[in-house]
């Protein structure tokens, strides 16, 4: 009898674990990494240290020393001498795959635009491996980066992170073991896309009454479940005290999991922590009320994208923890896009535990956001911020990591760290800076001027060879 | 009272210094790019009534009213921002305040003479935000609306004038893939429309199908000294403009070409100036399969003119960036300041913009590279004026930068 029991509750323990299940799981595992050793670098950190003429040191795919330290025998050296080294660059929000090049209509797979509420689909369900702007991105030092849903609907749908490593799926881009991130969105593009439908959302007020009754579902939704799983829980100590197993049986087999709801799932998952919430927003004042409704419901805003009001309430957002990723420049394209100016990332990053984020929202953009970062600093330097490179690189790089919930993996050359390292021609805060080697796990996987390690999409093999018969 | 006081006493002097830089103005220890593909070198520049008076090794001697020491930093004509509707959009989304294009507006006829300058605003928000960084004039675009022919622009000064119109008036036209696809259903079927309203200017008669007879005078007018703008980036598409071109005997001017490279010598021996984005690299459309980011280079190399455009209107100031990075990927730092500067002008047939006895003093000094995206401008200059250096977005920044809001941010300001 015990062993029914035991038998049964597993059974149930495992189809509720399914609920939260690792589905389409990663299949990216790093080739073998050669021992490298980058002499003689100005090395930016990722997390506010530079050390001049330093060497760095990979081995087994991860970070292991800078200054000194021991190599292996069969170690690859790079004369790094007038060149820079700085952690692989990262970008919060991309669409590439989802909305990739060549820019058809067949290819527009970011935005469910069908329903505000569609927490059910994952973006990653939309990538299409083969885009020409990841090859591009990785030209640019872009080793790793969230692919959300647009912005059409009040909850988009799940955002993946990826390495930028090519390959035919996207599972063999997956990061392992980074969060899912919930693509949210305030403003003008809800009301609008479904206020032009005479549906609602079609206010601000609509917006944010959608996402509280959606977030009321979602704790209805984890209650059964909490409900459950505790249920299954008592059943497992009743039958371990051997005590009443009969009855322990057959209140288990009468207590049926909650059904499971992908949506839910996936909004459940933003109220435990689990994933991380990106919320597109660009006005000071719909941020607070953000703010405001996530400690109604509980949860914890992780990142405002686009933000271009965040410097109005950068104290807020610093006191809260949440980071602000945001353009060097863009602005007045709409009118919640007014008010953007250029010190917007510096003033972020102004207070005590500010965390400023560069990111791109764009094919172009991903491929230069070393030149957005430079921007980006040199605006708050000329207005009285002082703001040295080792500072701004974390836009790029750490702060971008912890925006993922990666930073404990990526985002810095900290002993340990995957080795995501691009080494620059010079300085990257410039204009003429370039990406010279980049690295993903200690694997070059990108060399200038290099055909060997310059990867093509699919999609680029073979056009125009009409020009050269 | 000492703060009202304080507040006239600014007023004041920020009219005197506003007059008195009118008069003579003397720039010193400037490291002048004068606007050609020539190095940079150290140089005086004295400016008299907003002309440029003289450039020289050593004018210190002069008398001025103002002296401004450069101090090494690099000076330059202020810049060109593109192909824009600068003033003509000031919110890209809020579109009864976009006032580019023409829509919805079924007659079936093509509209050339639709004049985006008319609806020209130089009070828009949009203006001294681009000014600021160092612009000062662009070429005013018909953007796409749903005809081949979009309408007529031409160059225009950002220096606060209702009517600061210079130059010839440009033609926009369509005939990438895009587009194709909208009118007719097909580029063939733009080629057509084209070449048959194109025929009805030969013909004496009244009864016109393409075009009103408006149209056709501003198709005549500008086929004898206008410009037109093809939008064109697929390779054939691009040998097509030639073609057309030299067909109705017309001044083309290619606008995208992200596969011009490809018909290099054909532009060249043409004498066609293409007009680029050197950021593009992606292939977007099917009709930028080829696009590279050494397109201005290879152009360049070929022999034909290269000039910048973003795209963009709102964030226009990128146009630096747009350079830097066709300088990052081979063209000559020479070829891009040209390009930026006094290239335009010629182009579109604009008043000269150059540092140079006899001209519009409208200068930048800068921080640093004028093609580089660590540095901005210091200084513009617009007339021999010295520009207030003040947008709505300095304002907003001077109002948001204090740590200490007081009362609130509504009282602070600028």
Known sequence: MPALLVFLITLLGCTAAQAQSDAFPSTYAAPPAQPILLRNATILTGDGMRFDGADLYMEEGRISWIGEGDTAPDTVVVDASNRWVTPGLIDVHSHLGVYPSPGVAAHSDGNEATAPVTAEVWAEHSVWPQDPGFPRALAGGVTALQILPGSANLFGGRGVT?????????????????????????????????????????????????????????????????????????????????GSGASVASALLTNTPPRRNLELDTLAGALRGDILVHMHCYRADEMLTILDMAKEFGYRVGTFHHGVEAYKIADDLADHGVCGALWADWWGFKIEAYDGIQENIALVDRPEGGCAVVHSDSDEGIQRLNQEATKAMLRGNRAGLSIPPERAIRWITLNAAKSLGIDDQTGSLSTGKMADVVLWNQDPFSVYAKPLQVYIDGVLRYERGNPDLNPQSDFELGQLLGATQ | MRASHFWLCLLISALTSHWASADRLLIINGNVLIGDDRPAAQLDILVDRGQIETVAEDLKSVEADRVIDAQGRIVTPALFAGITAAGLSEIGMVYEAVDSRLNDLYTGLMHPEFDVRKAYNPLSSVIPVTRVEGYSYSLLMASFGDRTISGQGSLVRFDGGFDSFEGKTTIYVNVDGSSGNKIGGSRA???????????????????????????????????????????????????????????????????????????????????????????????????????????????????????????????????????????????????????MTSLPAEIFGGKPRMIAPGLRADMVIWSGDPLDVNSAADQVIIDGVLDSMRSRQTQLLERYLPEDAGLGRAYINP
């Open chain 1, 162 to 242: 990826l390495k930028n490593v090519p390959s035919t799926s996207y599972q063999g881009m997956k990061f392992p073991d980074a969060p899912y991130g919930l693509k949210m969105a305030c403003g003008e593009n809800p009301k609008r896309v479904y206020g032009g439908r005479t549906q609602s959302p079609s206010t601000r007020m609509g917006n944010v009454a959608a996402y509280r009754s959606a977030w009321i579902r979602a704790q209805r939704y984890q209650a059964d479940w909490d409900r459950y799983n505790k249920a299954v829980e008592d059943a497992a100590e009743a039958a371990a005290d051997d």
């Open chain 2, 189 to 339: 079927a733009h080629w057509m429309l084209l070449d048959s309203a194109f025929e009805e200017l030969s013909v004496d008669d009244d009864d016109l199908t393409l075009i009103s007879a408006s149209g056709k005078a501003t198709l005549k007018a500008a086929r004898r000294d206008g410009l037109f703008v093809f939008r064109a980036n697929r390779a054939s598409d691009i040998y097509q403009v030639l073609r057309f071109s030299r067909k109705h005997k017309l001044s083309p001017i290619i606008s995208g070409g992200q596969e011009a490279w490809m018909v290099a010598e054909e532009l060249a021996s043409a004498g066609v100036p293409v007009v680029l984005n050197a950021l593009d690299n992606l292939p977007g459309s099917f009709d930028g399969l080829g696009a590279r980011l050494d397109n201005a280079a290879l152009l360049h190399e070929a022999g034909v003119t290269v000039l910048f455009t973003s795209g963009e209107t709102h964030n226009a100031r990128k146009l630096r960036q747009v350079a830097g990075n066709a300088v990052a990927n081979g063209l000559s730092y020479g070829a891009a300041v040209a390009a």
